[in-house]
């Protein structure tokens, strides 16, 4: 456009002007996190004897660099947030290794052909809904980030169109085509399919009502989710949130005459059973600005008592076959492989979740306190953030996790704790 108006004759003048007027529409920062993380992993962990299986890390340090920047028009809205990552993962004995990548983890335009209407493409974070412990509304981010505020989602590519006839309905149709991991897809690999999903929100003073209906395009069927909450005084929130679906590719642990005494299978992938996941919470804000806010999940995809046993069981006897060299190791690494990667998020049926935090606005240090107990077997996970400005353009941070339970429990079956500090500056 400024070459155009130059050879048309406006001048460098006028061009020098323009360009000025889209600097002041743009915005930028640019962000600088250092920060090491030290892992508890369990010594008897039956799911990862000897670390042979997940092949954790005793530790990490991590340099990241993150660069926002936006153009902002009456017509077209432009986003790019891309990132670099320097790792260094320590591994004890088997020594260090290094691993340095770059991506774009958000990045779209935004177009507004109508005051109501907005179309976009690009890649994005669609979370939304007001639990905090999981989104089961949401097919995309059931593990909705919430945990460490320091660790960002990854975007997925999406298109999609936005329709607000009024101030408190909105109207969205959307089309995810990748995972924001690379290149155009649509069924390329057996770890993405794309998704179609449309969704309704109504927002008024008090109360936000949402449903959404989603399909993936391969053997999937539709999926719904909902969410609403109410505002009943200055002080009290009350939510809920919900998914629904038919069918689930989730493995689950069948009696068999292996010699780990079983294996995990896709007994669900594409039948007709329904299967549900439901929240309900609230959050009360004391005088003194600190907010409490307890959560119900209700799961039913995960494991029933006779089915959690079985899979600790078989989960038993392929530790064993591993560590002992026998010659069905190689099956057990698999068993092993597959226990850690059971497509679910959850294991159990049902959690309760606590968390309380001070008032994000005040000039001190902010901080948060979590903790998620699996009601089924007993294991928990407790975590605590703290951030503190110690100057203008420099925070410090830390994150803490405990947890807690059996070798034969979800939350403490892999590391019993974990430690995160570092700092993070702006340049920008």
């Keep these: 456009m ?3 108006l130059w050879v048309c004759g406006v001048g460098a003048p006028a061009a020098a002007s323009s360009f000025e007027e889209l600097l002041d529409k743009g915005s930028g920062s640019l962000q600088f996190l250092a920060y090491d993380t030290e892992l508890g992993l369990r010594d008897n962990s039956l799911l990862n004897p000897g670390n042979l299986v997940a092949h954790l890390p005793g530790g990490q340090t991590e340099l990241e660099a993150r660069l926002d920047l936006k153009l902002t028009t009456d017509v077209v809205v432009l986003s790019l947030k891309p990132r670099a990552r320097f790792e260094w993962r320590r591994f004890g004995e088997e020594g260090a290794k290094t691993r340095l990548e770059a991506w774009v983890n958000q ?3 935004t177009v507004f052909p109508l005051s109501e ?8 974070i669609l979370t939304w809904g007001p639990s905090n412990f999981r989104s089961p509304s949401n097919p995309i981010y059931f593990e909705n980030g919430r945990s460490n505020p320091i660790r960002e989602l990854r975007g997925v590519d999406v298109a999609q169109v936005t329709y607000a006839p009024t101030s408190k309905l909105t109207l969205s149709m959307m089309h995810s085509f990748g995972d924001g991991l690379g290149g155009w897809q649509w069924e390329q690999d057996d770890d993405f399919r794309a998704l179609s999903l449309l969704k309704v929100d109504y927002a008024a003073d008090a109360y936000v009502a949402s449903l959404n209906a989603s399909k993936r395009w391969a053997h999937e069927r539709p999926r719904f989710g909902a969410f609403g909450q109410a505002t009943l005084s200055e002080a009290l929130l009350v939510y809920g949130e919900a998914g629904l679906r038919q069918g689930s590719a989730a493995l689950y642990p069948e009696a068999q005459p292996t010699p780990m005494g ?15 996941s439901a929240l309900v919470g609230g959050g009360y804000t004391l005088d003194s600005g600190y907010t409490l806010y307890l959560e119900y999940l209700y799961n039913t995809e995960g494991y029933q008592w006779a ?18 060299s026998s010659p069905a190791s190689s099956l057990a690494l698999q068993t092993l492989g597959a226990a850690l990667n059971t497509g679910r998020a959850l294991q159990g049926r049902h959690y309760l979740f606590l968390q309380v935090q001070n008032n994000q606005t005040d000039s001190g240090p902010i901080w948060q306190l979590r903790y998620s107990l699996n009601l089924m077997d007993g294991s928990g996970q407790a975590s605590a953030y703290v951030e503190w400005n110690a100057f203008s353009r420099l925070a410090l941070f830390a994150v803490g996790v405990i947890n807690h339970g059996s070798n034969r429990s979800e939350f403490h079956s892999l590391l019993s704790r974990s430690l995160l500090v570092g700092a993070k500056g702006y340049a920008l």
């Design 2 to 4: 400024l070459v155009g």
């Design 107 to 109: 990045g779209s335009v």
């Design 117 to 124: 209407l907005a179309v976009s493409v690009g890649r994005e």
């Design 262 to 276: 079983g294996s995990l299978l896709p007994r669900h992938d594409g039948d007709d059973r329904l299967f549900a």
């Design 307 to 324: 089915e959690h046993a079985r899979y600790f069981d078989i989960a038993t006897s392929a530790s064993a076959a591993l560590t002992s």
